[in-house]
């Protein structure tokens, strides 16, 4: 077992999303090429909330909540009942099967807090946890916090749609040999690949089979591209005894400044994830748990613009890193890019710093998805339109200019 | 170690405050004597934020958090530079000891979240953790989550003020027998009792000679009643290497439905906290934040009339109590009165949820607060004064009715 100093040093976050201002910077004018580049500076590491604001009406119900007073304030750990109830049935209709909001829904503190409770209701040293690479950072950073071992699972996303898609001969090797936990995001962060039909249906039933728990993380299920069609594990005729799923309104609608999520599934898993809350942070904050009231319930046509806007700036984006050779998947859904660059002559960190330094641009680096991806970057293009595009260009542009 | 079974069934949280709703109550009719009694519930559980609403202006701070937009939404998983900043300089006036905004200082979901980062950052398996019995109910349930190892030291409070505190002898043994981390909460939550000025000097005196880390929760040290004195320990001339000080807006100012809290302390502990956060629950509610720019800051008399108010609601429950013979402690800081009842014809367990479904008031069992304290209650009396006391004559007429 890791000693605290070797586990907190897997837990570094330095290169962690929206962590770039406690960087050093020092020695970056010593090695920039060239001047810096103007523009108007982006922060790809997360949407711009500015640019796709908030679901009308979330302060407006924000401030229904705070009125409320007390009943608001103080919700049992697992979120207000009535709030539950509404919900329960909306995220049901979404994901194809019933939700009973007494017993199998927990209102959590982001996605985040969900994946957290979710991996600490059910990893203990030595719990073998199958962890796709590349996936959320997050996803291998929990399993080593509860002691867990990691069994990577690849995921191929550059290839054809026939190509693409999770090794399932692997998953079931690793389910033959132990592994408790499968935890994975679909869409996948960070390349957009959207887990097909026919590989939904065998991660459950090769779960069922093995008894494996499946932790779900669907936070970009709902922004799907034109064409594309999305799979839920909770729709599934065969499927294992505990499965969690995820969801929650940071992303596509903007909420993230109100750090809301949900968990839903097997109720024993669900309670658990309730004791380990009231010694976590006892509840997502009360009087923001009201504004979950908007999800899922956005004024009509709301969701379908905000699709095709994200929808014409991802092409955008592709045309310009495929003009200039850089392999990039195309996401089916969600607002992530991950383009591989071309060998540069700094190290891949020491470029992402530049960027950042030199033409005002965060993206975060592909290692923190995966080891072994540090030539690839993740831009999440939830931007303002052409800032994003001018940003774009300057990536190119700069490795242009440090390309080996 | 214990299995996750083991664990979860000790993370129990049915008795926990607020968790009642959850409780089963299906037979209580049948053991029921006499009628229900008239009367507005009071659940004593937690504070009513209606009787003693958050500090003014709260809500205005928010709508300018929120409408700050995406710069509020994603702060750095620390808290947002400029909140910290002006915070760092209040409580450091307030603690008597300088913060760096930079390095010290982390703003957490709750004071709840505070706890759990900083146990969860120095507590691993085997760990020995001194905890003070009785105390709050989560620093136990934090050490067995963490696989630590328990070391009670009882504190006295029934006596007379020189015979109470921590027991100091107990305290110094059990550094000396390889305990690493010392949790405690002064004003000690359930009992109110205000640690002394030499028992703070003695402890840290003995943390540093035995590199002893002190985490120390002072949620309710500004609410101190007249004639008290409350004593930092971050003031005390001989310190451990690490120490961290928990505070947080959520009783005495009322802000509980915003979850916000506060760690200070050790720049290394400060760190760590901040990547554990990276991965439960990312930050605090963003706009939530802004809040904080309320604490400290309240208007000219608002804190002095909040605390007489308590004083008066303090001082008519303790008659009452005692009136009915009822050993019961006075607070000196805080708005927890923790009354020990006399023999039962019923389990305790089943009198408080009697007390509940018959006179409808809702209090918190003792044995939440350390094992054998089944016969003590608490209450928090942050309620609206006519309601408490009436409140408090129903709990007297119950022990009247269900007395061996």
């Given at each position: ?5 070797e586990?907190?040093s897997?837990?570094?976050a330095e ?15 010593d090695?920039?090429?060239g ?10 590491s997360?949407?711009?909330v500015d ?60 996605t985040q807090?969900?994946l957290f409770?979710?991996l ?8 073998k946890?199958?962890?796709v690479e ?5 996803n291998?950073k929990?399993v ?6 990691i069994v990577?699972i690849p995921?191929?996303y ?5 190509e693409?898609?999770?090794?399932l ?13 499968f ?17 939904i ?11 494996v728990t ?8 709902r922004m799907l591209y ?6 839920h594990?909770?729709?599934c ?6 499965l969690i ?26 309670e ?7 010694i976590v942070t ?10 979950l009231d ?22 955008e ?18 607002s992530?890019?991950f ?27 592909g ?12 831009l ?5 339109h052409a800032?994003?595009?001018a940003?774009?260009?300057r990536?190119?542009?700069m490795?242009e200019?440090?390309?080996?």
């Open positions: 077992m890791m000693t605290l100093d586990k907190f897997a837990l570094e290169n962690a999303p929206g962590q770039e201002v406690r960087q050093f910077t020092g020695n970056l004018n090695i920039m090429r001047n810096k580049y103007s523009g108007v500076p982006v922060d790809f997360h949407g711009d640019a796709f604001p908030p679901i009308p009406g979330s302060s407006e119900a924000w401030k229904n909540g705070f009125d409320k007073g007390g009943n608001q304030a103080y919700t049992e750990y697992r979120g207000a009942a009535r709030i539950r109830e509404s919900l329960a049935r909306r995220l049901a209709r979404f994901t194809g099967s019933s939700i009973s909001a007494d017993n199998e829904l927990i209102i959590t503190p982001g807090g969900a409770l979710a600490g209701a059910t990893v203990s040293a030595g719990t946890v199958a962890v590349p996936d959320y950072f997050a291998r929990l080593k916090f509860f002691d867990g071992e990577p995921l191929h550059q290839g054809s749609p026939s693409n898609g999770p090794d001969n692997q998953i079931e090797d690793a389910f033959k040999s132990g592994v408790k936990v935890v994975f995001s679909t869409p996948n962060n960070p390349t957009g690949l959207v887990y097909s039909g026919n590989a249906t065998e991660i459950s039933a090769l779960a069922a089979k093995h008894d499946l932790i779900v993380d669907q936070l970009y299920s034109s064409g594309e069609v999305y799979s594990l909770r729709a005729e065969i499927q294992p005894e505990n799923t995820i969801m929650g309104p940071s992303k596509t609608e903007s909420l993230s400044g109100f750090r809301l999520g949900t968990a839903f599934g097997t109720a024993r898993l669900i658990r994830m309730e004791r380990l809350q009231a006892l509840r997502a904050a009360g009087y923001n748990q009201a504004v908007t999800w899922f319930q956005e004024p009509e046509g709301w969701m379908e613009k905000r699709i095709r806007e994200h929808e014409a700036i991802r092409d984006l592709l045309k310009i890193f495929r003009a200039a050779d850089f392999l990039t998947a195309t996401p089916q859904a969600g992530y890019l383009p591989q660059l071309p060998p540069l002559d700094v190290e891949p960190n020491t470029f992402i710093r530049l960027l950042r330094h030199q033409a005002g641009v965060t993206v975060t680096p290692t923190e998805f995966a080891p072994g991806y540090s030539d690839s970057i993740r999440n293009f939830s931007q303002d800032a994003a595009v940003a774009t260009e990536i190119v542009k490795v200019v440090y390309r080996k």
